[in-house]
């Protein structure tokens, strides 16, 4: 039995639809989860035209179409293309084979597939999916050189306990440690599918030094004690700031998430020979 | 299983002695009460007075059959029946009740008379049974190792293989197990059913391993066995040799559907315990002092919990009714409703913030159902096990078009009535055919009239638009059945067959809400459209279609239903019932 993620890895670079996919395998493999950053124009409509993207968009179609002619709309494609083949790669499945879905306050999910979870975030050009087979994750994104500190913006995101660390610690270093609670904040909230419905002076973070692990808090700073969840910050590519919140179902080390074996083969053609049998049955009403 | 029938108010009047005998979990001082189980669990230990007091009430009888001398005659009330554990503790739940069912189910419906006295006389005794499942390749640690057997040549079954976790190992007298049959003569992927006493296997052929901790659930007291070679006594084989997955099927049936119904009273607890909060420890306090987010995150809560009790209610029924069409009734149901109810587990966490992270308190029972429903709904490896029995179905959907007249009969939407006893050869037979879905058509072919004036004429008006969705969603789902459809007849197991299964078990949950309102007593709280609308409007969204948007009066008017039920302690399903706290 696991408990908690043990470590969570460094953000993998992809270039666009040809990966490279292999290190994001490999870190599934090993740890049951992936950090995975793209620059956004590298997934541009792909050839073979709308029927193609149509193809590859699935259920998500629609919604492009509706953002056509908007900013949004290269950013909507782009990001789609990205997570479905993050997906792809983590079931061996094809993209356009998997549905991403929406929660009920929009949090993404694969649809049928709930051996992965997965979480995005974007700043500029550039976006970050997170995946894991070990339950959830969230994750975010910022750009180190963003100012959040004198904003204003600490009083209604910080818990006291935070507020007095913040102001104990050395004026050039508070920008960071602002900003490195303020991603944490989003990657847990995003993970339990609130985002800022959850309010943030309730929670805190205790952070080490630089980015590595980091410890749940409440408002008083008395430790939260969850674990089965692991908090993390790497900075990745030149200044980006990566937060990821995965939570351990204690589903234990078994990591196989391909689709060709989620189906109990001898339960399918148990079923599926009875069933075949019933159909040719004949019957009233059809 | 039996010819007794017993009245579904029978069950109510066992669940209202329940409920009184475990008393108001609120109360710090109840040894049987969140507090003490709280700590129970912080210590890793199962909660002894509860477990103490589940036996001393006699409540393995819930699911011994009547013809056996136990209660058991409807797995409806069965689910209702084990609510009140399920609210308070999932270890209690789990560890004495629910473990000892899954090791016994199988037996009343396959074992032989003999095996089934014996199981009978275990439980109603105050033993335990348990179960040991066999290997799955997307397996939890549960299902990570298994079991094997083989004939020796004067026929003794020897045991071999090792499972590192099974609930109860320690404790259980009966261990119904999965072992895979490893004769030379037998098929690669055989298996045998068996019905072994840990306890009296030869202490040189059987090892004891380790306890296994979980995050959830920790109380639970689950352990590992090891078989070398290990001769097991005659008689202990449920049905032929090398049928264990096709009788195993037949009870994965009936507790498929019944999870589900019990896990409704964990997240009973979790509406309530949000509530508890958001009118701040008095459940006196005025509905109106609810701000518009939490009024909405409890309106949710309460119709997505009547929405999963109309998917569990119909799948336990449709045991009882329709046999022939009952698996993919209750594999959606056991798919969907641990879902929902972790869906409404968070959003009901942001209603609580720092609450939700207190491990002490009123309100810690709450992160600990949390933690505790990733082990009672056994996650993926669960979730897979459903998809595999609905989607070699779905190609089936393209043999109809669903008309009203397919629709399943009013019996499984009703909370009273008696039902047939279960038949576990029909159960057998997994029919490929589903009468929920023509619920749409009769719906759409039939609407309920609202006369001018009638204040529900808007939301009947919103209702028909929510119908012709639900049968844009249909007509998409089939859309995509024939690529299942193998082309030498044999199912394939295309990946694209995984959003399918989720939709269309989506698709069931609104069906059987259209099938609870339609068929519930005129003038009742279920047979008003508000809750009906507010729950077809979230599935549609799970669904991606956005519909239309449910008036705020109706909200307001849930959310006060929902604190209404709290100040009176009746329970957030479709019963009703009153409870101790």
Redesign the interface.
Known sequence: ?S?GAGLVPPPRPVLGPAGPWEPVRADLDRYGVALVHSRLSDWPAPPGGEGELRRLLG?DWARYRELAGRPHADRFRATRLLLKHVAATA?G??PH???L?????GRLYV?????VDLNLSHTKDVALVGITSL?LIGVDLEHEERRVYGSGIERVMCTPDELRRLAASPEPERNLALLRRWTLKEAY?KA???GL???FT??GFDLPESCGRAR?L??HGDP?????WTFHTRRFAGGYLAAAAVR?????R?L??G??????????Q???E???A??HQP?G?? | MTDRIMDTSTAAVRHAAVEEAFGDPWDRANPTGFAALLDADDRAELPRAAVELYHRVGMNAEYVPAALGGCLEQIDTLGMMLRPLFRRDATLAVGEALTSLMGSMAVWLVGDAEQQRRTARVLLGGGRATVAYQEFKHGNDFVADEFRVRRAADGTLLLGGRKAAVNNADRAALMLTYARTVGPQDPEDGYSLLLLEPGAMPAAACDRLPRYRTEGTQGLQISGLRFRDCPAPAGVMLGEWGDGITLGLRALQVNSAAVPSMIIGMADTGLRTAIRFAVGGSVHNNPARLSGSARGAIAGALVDLLACDSIALAATRALHVLPEECNVLAAAAKYLVPKIVGETFYRLSALMGDAFHTRSGEHAIFQKHVRDLTMVSFGHVSSAVCQATIAPFLPSLLAHDWPAELAAPAELFRTDGTLPPLASERLAAFGGRDGLIGWIARCREEPQPAPPGDPDAPLLRLLSDQLALLDVELAAIREGCPALDGPDGRFVTDTSAFPLTDRYALLLVACACLGVWRCADPGSFQARPTWLVAALNRLLRRLGHAGPRVPDAATAELAAEALRRARGAIGYDLYGLELAG
């Open positions: 039995m408990s259920r079931v499945a094809r084979e998997l549905e879905a929406y929660g009920l306050t649809r049928g597939c709930d051996q339950g909230t339990l599918g609130q419905a959850f309010s309730h929670f749940l409440r408002p939260v004690n969850e674990h089965w351990d179902d204690g589903r234990g078994n196989d998430t689709l060709t074996t989620a189906l109990d083969h001898r339960t399918v148990v079923l599926w009875r069933q075949a019933a159909a019957r009403g059809g």
